[in-house]
């Protein structure tokens, strides 16, 4: 299969699976339990033709397959609704959320996977000896951990015991409102962002040291590398430049899963550190029942996940053409 027919094959099955997700995700959305009536009107008392109103309004006196409907033609036309709590189009809430949770998740999986793969490699190199125990024992630890503990035990230490980092959203008050990106703020965006990239890439940082390692060390016992040993070259020359090389394409592939996955496990630690991203959006929305909000970032984060392994299944074809066939 050539390059160009296996990338249009690779983006025809792209669209159906994301229709299925929208498809999924709507459903269960609006068979879940509570009404968002009752947060839009409050506690206070409202008359039965009033809430008719409003129900005609937001169209939830229609049954469900017509909504369906309707949703599918106005997301067709890149109209993801208008959300109950903020009476604004849902598009402008998450574009507005979308840099800080784009931010915490690129330093997150940044700094976790170049340390990650660098003990993975040390690890694999070192097979059997100490320093591969230590990377298991610092892998299994890492994966192990829950992320809203660990953002907890790390405000309690470093914001609350120490006083070192701040503990809770990305500005400082006396920046709030500002209209321009100083190097001021940039500095204490930054120092924001030490918790919280601590925390969520933590997680992602035993998967990177497990997986290196293990195909690391399947690749170094093949023959070919005992043959360039048995040639005389370097220990380091062959991990780097055969081995490495050859385990890179599912490294990539390791890479393109998590931002997709990142993306959506951000919610918890956005909402422990009350980081102003999509995942706290989404606990947000979920409490206030806005629909039409909760649906926006779902199909976001599927067309992200969808976009990224169709980036990187492309990227793949292209070091090794195997993938093709």
Do not use: C
């Not at 660990?150 to 209209?179: D, E, H």
Request: net charge positive; charged share 15%.
């Amino acid at each position: 299969m050539g390059l160009a027919r296996y990338f249009v094959k690779r983006i025809l099955f792209s669209i159906p699976l994301i229709l299925i997700i929208i498809t999924i995700n709507f459903i269960l959305v609006h068979i879940a339990p509570g009404d968002p009536l009752s947060y839009i009107v409050g506690t206070e008392y409202v008359s039965p033709e009033y809430l008719q109103k409003l129900r005609s309004e937001y169209g939830l006196d229609r049954p469900l397959w017509e909504r369906y409907f309707i949703y599918i033609s106005k997301v067709l036309q890149l109209d993801l609704g208008i959300s109950y709590r903020f009476r604004e189009p849902v598009i402008n809430i998450i574009l507005e959320r979308l840099p800080a949770t784009l931010l915490l998740m690129l330093v997150s999986i940044g700094w976790s996977s170049a340390v990650g793969i660098l003990i993975g490699v040390r690890a694999a190199k070192g097979y059997g000896r100490a320093s591969d125990k230590l990377a298991s024992t610092l892998a299994s630890i890492s994966v192990s951990i829950p992320t809203f503990w660990l953002g907890i035990i790390l405000i309690i230490v470093f914001g609350v015991m120490l006083r070192l980092t701040p503990t809770q959203g990305m500005l400082s008050p006396n920046f709030m409102g500002a209209r321009q990106l100083t190097p001021e703020m940039m500095i204490d965006i930054l120092w924001h962002l030490i918790l919280p990239t601590l925390t969520l890439g933590t997680v992602y940082l035993g998967t990177y040291i497990r997986s290196v390692r293990s195909l690391l060390v399947d690749e170094l016992g093949k023959e070919y590398i005992l043959f360039a040993h048995a040639k005389g070259l370097g220990s380091s020359y062959i991990l780097w430049r055969y081995a490495f090389r050859a385990v890179s394409p599912s490294i990539i592939a390791l890479l393109g899963l998590n931002l997709g996955t990142m993306l959506a496990g951000a919610t918890l630690t956005e909402t422990v550190f009350a980081w102003p991203g999509m995942g706290r959006l989404i606990y947000e929305s979920a409490i206030a029942r806005d629909y039409p909000v909760i649906l926006g970032i779902f199909i976001f984060i599927a067309i992200s996940v969808v976009l990224t392994n169709l980036i990187v299944d492309m990227i793949n074809a292209i070091l090794d053409p195997r993938v093709r066939y």
